[in-house]
């Protein structure tokens, strides 16, 4: 169960990406247009009362004149949710992009983000909720849309009014969009021709190094702790295509020979690595010195854990595998190690009813598993999930053995579960279509409610 060239435009864009159906409108316009009388100007604030004066002279000077430009919408659609770029107009104007929308999205993730960590919960879901877009069209949810971020993920509507949430939330929206700003400006100040045809790859990957450079160079200078970046990187690495995007490995390959800058392992490590070197230049104005360049270290080392992440075939197929069989119910709030499913108790007298936990296994190995089952007579239904969504089953009872059939996202099958004599115990297997024995097997044992 397991961007295309626009003509007159020199694009130095964050991410090319082809964003599900539907992305473009997950805010309405009346939301949209709040925001865009709110965040720009914080960001015009930052970007003049901060960013401006740590420059150095001849920095300033190649800068001259690059405007800061927040369209509503990504002017480039395929580059939602990760609309940033910087390019060069026909009359030679040069600006720096981003959109509300990629915005908006950004700052309700690491709102919830904020809540979830500062609640002692779990906090996966934004990731899996960014999977969930990413692999999912709007048309497979109940409203025939997108739903929303904050509801999605159970945020609570006064949220806004916790001071240590709006703190937080704070140093993980505001280091972020900082550290993508000064990327952007970072192609501008070395000139960077955009990402079009005649700019060869391995240039362009190098345009993407120089930008990282200069944004930490300037963070560092502003000793600008750079708090939220790992946050964003994490969310990236859920949306940013990957091998089981494509049909096959040629396909795969195909797309890397034309990528210019598709977020890499070696591109992070490359980012962990110089976040550290900074470390001491980046605590220097904390209060507690060792404390503060601890938490720097802590940020670069998950951005290098980040990077084996990418390398891990098995995890990068879990994405995709987890952003189809994503349902809203899935990212309901939770604690570390919780399965995101709802507890039965266990009906007196009836095999396959109640709350059960185990292992799921396949030829490469096994996961742990939740079962809830519900019976009436002889019909039985229920939810499993094992990390990748949560899937649902219905099936019979007969001669004593539970025959189902199972479906997770895109993807089903049929099973068979038997009971041992004292109901404690389930086992059985899972097959994929019509089969189903061909996947793997079931080892549960029930589950006692407190």
Same mark, same amino acid.
């Given at each position: 169960?397991? @961007?295309?060239?626009? %003509?007159? =435009?020199? !694009?130095?864009?964050?991410?090319?990406?082809? /964003? $599900?159906?539907?992305? *473009?409108? &997950?805010?309405?316009?009346?939301?949209?247009?709040?925001?865009?009388?709110?965040?720009?100007?914080?960001?015009?604030?930052?970007?003049?009362?901060?960013?401006?004066?740590?420059?150095?002279?001849?920095?300033?000077?190649?800068?001259?004149?690059?405007?800061?430009?927040?369209?509503?919408?990504?002017?480039?659609?395929?580059?939602?949710?990760?609309?940033?770029?910087?390019?060069?107009?026909?009359?030679?104007?040069?600006?720096?992009?981003?959109?509300?929308?990629?915005?908006?999205?950004?700052?309700?993730? @690491?709102?919830?983000? %904020?809540? =979830?960590? !500062?609640?002692?919960?779990?906090?996966?879901? /934004? $990731?899996?909720?960014? *999977?969930? &877009?990413?692999?999912?069209?709007?048309?497979?949810?109940?409203?025939?849309?997108?739903?929303?971020?904050?509801?999605?993920?159970?945020?609570?509507?006064?949220?806004?009014?916790?001071?240590?949430?709006?703190?937080?939330?704070?140093?993980?929206?505001?280091?972020?969009?900082?550290?993508?700003?000064?990327?952007?400006?970072?192609?501008?100040?070395?000139?960077?021709?955009?990402?079009?045809?005649?700019?060869?790859?391995?240039?362009?990957?190098?345009?993407?190094?120089?930008?990282?450079?200069?944004?930490?160079?300037?963070?560092?200078?502003?000793?600008?702790?750079?708090?939220?970046?790992?946050?964003?990187?994490?969310?990236?690495?859920?949306?940013?295509?990957?091998?089981?995007?494509?049909?096959?490995?040629?396909?795969?390959?195909?797309?890397?020979?034309?990528?210019?800058?598709?977020?890499?392992?070696?591109?992070?490590?490359?980012?962990?690595?110089?976040?550290?070197?900074?470390?001491?230049?980046?605590?220097?104005?904390?209060?507690?010195?060792?404390?503060?360049?601890?938490?720097?270290?802590?940020?670069?080392?998950?951005?290098?854990?980040?990077?084996?992440?990418?390398?891990?075939?098995?995890?990068?197929?879990?994405?995709?595998?987890?952003?189809?069989?994503?349902?809203?119910?899935?990212?309901?709030?939770?604690?570390?190690?919780?399965?995101?499913?709802?507890?039965?108790?266990?009906?007196?007298?009836?095999?396959?009813?109640?709350?059960?936990?185990?292992?799921?296994?396949?030829?490469?190995?096994?996961?742990?598993?939740?079962?809830?089952?519900?019976?009436?007579?002889?019909?039985?239904?229920?939810?499993?999930?094992?990390?990748?969504?949560?899937?649902?089953?219905?099936?019979?009872?007969?001669?004593?053995?539970?025959?189902?059939?199972?479906?997770?996202?895109?993807?089903?099958?049929?099973?068979?579960?038997?009971?041992?004599?004292?109901?404690?115990?389930?086992?059985?297997?899972?097959?994929?279509?019509?089969?189903?024995?061909?996947?793997?097997?079931?080892?549960?044992?029930?589950?006692?409610?407190?």
């Amino acid at each position: 169960m397991k @961007a295309g060239w626009r %003509a007159g =435009l020199a !694009l130095s864009c964050w991410l090319l990406a082809s /964003p $599900a159906t539907g992305m *473009a409108t &997950l805010y309405d316009e009346a939301t949209l247009a709040y925001w865009s009388r709110i965040t720009p100007e914080d960001i015009r604030r930052v970007h003049d009362e901060n960013l401006v004066p740590a420059l150095a002279a001849d920095e300033r000077v190649r800068l001259a004149g690059v405007e800061l430009a927040f369209p509503l919408r990504c002017p480039v659609p395929a580059s939602e949710p990760f609309c940033y770029y910087q390019q060069t107009l026909a009359d030679g104007r040069r600006q720096v992009v981003m959109s509300v929308a990629s915005l908006r999205l950004f700052g309700d993730l @690491a709102l919830a983000m %904020a809540w =979830l960590q !500062l609640e002692g919960l779990s906090i996966e879901t /934004p $990731a899996q909720y960014l *999977a969930m &877009l990413r692999h999912r069209r709007p048309e497979s949810f109940p409203e025939g849309r997108y739903p929303l971020p904050l509801a999605a993920l159970g945020v609570p509507d006064d949220v806004r009014e916790r001071k240590e949430v709006m703190e937080l939330h704070g140093k993980i929206f505001t280091s972020s969009v900082v550290f993508v700003l000064l990327h952007e400006l970072g192609h501008a100040l070395h000139r960077h021709p955009g990402y079009g045809p005649g700019v060869a790859r391995e240039a362009a990957r190098r345009h993407e190094t120089e930008a990282d450079e200069f944004a930490l160079d300037v963070m560092a200078r502003l000793a600008y702790p750079p708090l939220g970046m790992s946050v964003f990187f994490t969310l990236l690495a859920h949306w940013e295509p990957n091998r089981w995007h494509f049909a096959d490995e040629a396909a795969h390959r195909a797309h890397l020979a034309e990528a210019t800058h598709p977020l890499t392992s070696d591109r992070l490590r490359g980012l962990a690595a110089a976040l550290a070197e900074r470390g001491d230049a980046f605590a220097r104005a904390e209060p507690d010195f060792v404390a503060a360049r601890a938490r720097v270290v802590g940020v670069a080392d998950e951005i290098g854990r980040l990077a084996d992440f990418l390398d891990d075939r098995d995890i990068q197929e879990g994405i995709v595998r987890l952003g189809r069989a994503t349902e809203p119910a899935v990212l309901k709030p939770r604690r570390a190690g919780e399965p995101p499913i709802d507890r039965a108790p266990p009906e007196a007298g009836q095999p396959f009813a109640g709350t059960f936990r185990g292992m799921l296994g396949d030829a490469s190995g096994e996961l742990p598993v939740w079962l809830v089952l519900e019976r009436q007579g002889d019909r039985v239904r229920g939810a499993f999930t094992y990390g990748l969504g949560l899937g649902q089953l219905e099936g019979e009872v007969q001669a004593g053995r539970l025959h189902f059939g199972w479906t997770l996202g895109l993807e089903q099958g049929l099973g068979v579960l038997e009971a041992a004599a004292d109901d404690a115990r389930l086992h059985g297997s899972w097959g994929r279509e019509r089969s189903a024995d061909d996947g793997g097997y079931w080892e549960l044992w029930r589950e006692e409610l407190e």
